[in-house]
């Protein structure tokens, strides 16, 4: 297996829901230098600092301080990507018992392909909130059981004979997990006492829980040459391994450069970005805002950095599926392992403009690394990413790219291999490019 492709799935196995990808990447950047940060606390920085902080436990962001005058143009570049991805969540209160088979009631995050997760073993991860001493300060312990625990099965063909003509699945009724076979005096609580015994505490000092089912198969190189790779949840952690592998890079590269680099891993791109930790906040103006503030640039110094500044927005694109060509733009038709995508769209979903796709595809072509374009079908409407939102909040010239995939927002998806390592190159040429 190429060690860019191990890394990748050594993250993917890891990050099991948001909250475990911030903590994959905090130990991560604190295997590379950097130092915690407290959002509720002041902070000391210093040129040729390395730091990273959380944000709500799901976000993360971190940054490198180099010399020079940051308020220069080109001084500031930051890189972008998501903690989240498409699935299913577990209600509260979740326990059914149907006719003694023990069931969740789930509501789905973000858009799913609804059948991709059905017939397939699953697992439970995020976080559960236990009684602490004192009321506003719970103990939140994250939560991976890290075992196949569920399955949502299908009706047998005999019950629906015309399940391959395409049917409408019903999410309250059809894509309700299996837990358990409990018998005819099983109880609704089942659920609970066991989510209890496995986080060793009782049943009423659990206050609250936000957890995610996730398919449990690992991930895996495929194809002839191993040219491919297939796992759960590339969408997007290819960008956060790419984003972790810009600022190792920086880590590497030691102090003798100039300027500010900085990644944004926000949560809640897949329902929106609108949220505390997403990139429709004000958390990245609030943390440019406090490193320039601790380095003594008044905020028309800050505004002037950013003025000047670059953003890549890394998020998946999508790669020709070849059993549905129709379905793509006639001329800019990304395929896999054919380099990273520069995305563009008119209605400016997509955050570039010509002066962007200009830089980053000048850095590519520098580096020696393959890139290729993607645009919308004229009738298709397509779908967007976290760029335009944080662009329109911290205005700075933004461009969208990421590497080609198949079967976006399956459990399962598909890339090409050596697209990774087109990724990882390039965003360390981004940030170490001084």
């Known amino acids: 297996m190429y060690d860019f492709v191990h890394s990748l799935l050594e993250l993917v196995h890891q990050s099991v829901s948001p909250w475990h990808t911030a903590k994959a990447a905090a130990q991560r950047l604190e295997a590379a230098g950097y130092a915690r940060l407290d959002m509720g606390e002041s902070w000391q920085l210093v040129r040729g600092g390395r730091y990273y902080t959380e944000v709500f436990g799901s976000a993360v962001l971190a940054f490198a301080v180099g010399g020079g005058d940051l308020t220069a143009a080109d001084s500031l570049r930051l890189a972008a990507a998501h903690t989240d991805f498409p699935g299913l969540r577990i209600k509260p209160a979740a326990g059914m018992v149907k006719d003694g088979y023990g069931i969740l009631n789930v509501e789905s995050y973000g858009g799913m392909i609804l059948h991709s997760w059905q017939d397939r073993p699953l697992s439970i991860a995020g976080r559960v909130a236990v009684r602490g001493e004192k009321v506003f300060a719970p103990e939140v312990r994250l939560a991976d059981f890290a075992r196949p625990l569920l399955v949502i099965p299908e009706l047998a063909i005999h019950m629906n004979r015309k399940v391959n003509e395409g049917t409408a699945i019903k999410k309250q009724k059809e894509m309700l997990p299996l837990m358990a076979v409990l018998g005819q005096e099983g109880e609704k609580s089942f659920f609970e006492e066991w989510l209890a015994g496995e986080m060793g505490v009782s049943r009423e000092d659990i206050l609250s829980y936000e957890l995610n089912l996730y398919p449990y198969e690992a991930g895996c190189q495929l194809g002839m040459a191993g040219e491919m790779v297939s796992a759960p949840r590339l969408d997007n952690l290819t960008s ?81 599926q070849p059993n549905y060509p129709e379905k793509y733009d006639a001329t800019n038709r990304p395929v896999l392992n054919g380099g990273v995508v520069l995305k563009q769209a008119a209605s400016q979903s997509y955050a570039g403009d010509a002066e962007a796709v200009a830089i980053v595809s000048a850095l590519c072509c520098q580096e020696g690394i393959a890139c290729q374009r993607f645009v919308n079908h004229s009738d298709e409407p397509g779908g967007s990413t976290l760029g335009s939102i944080a662009s329109a909040l911290v205005p700075m010239r933004t461009m969208d790219i990421g590497v080609p995939l198949l079967s976006m927002h399956s459990a399962r998806e598909t890339m090409g291999a050596w697209d990774q390592d087109a990724l990882n190159r390039l965003l360390k040429s981004f940030v170490i490019n001084f």
């Open 240 to 320: 956060v391994e790419a984003c972790l592998q810009g600022m190792e890079a920086v880590a590497a590269a030691g102090q003798d450069w100039q300027g500010l680099r900085l990644i944004a891993l926000f949560d809640n791109e897949e329902i929106g970005s609108r949220t505390k930790q997403g990139a429709g906040s004000a958390v990245l103006m609030q943390v440019l805002e406090r490193i320039y503030a601790a380095l003594g640039y008044s905020r028309a110094q800050l505004w002037q950095a950013i003025s000047g500044g670059f953003m890549l927005s890394v998020d998946v694109a999508h790669g020709l």
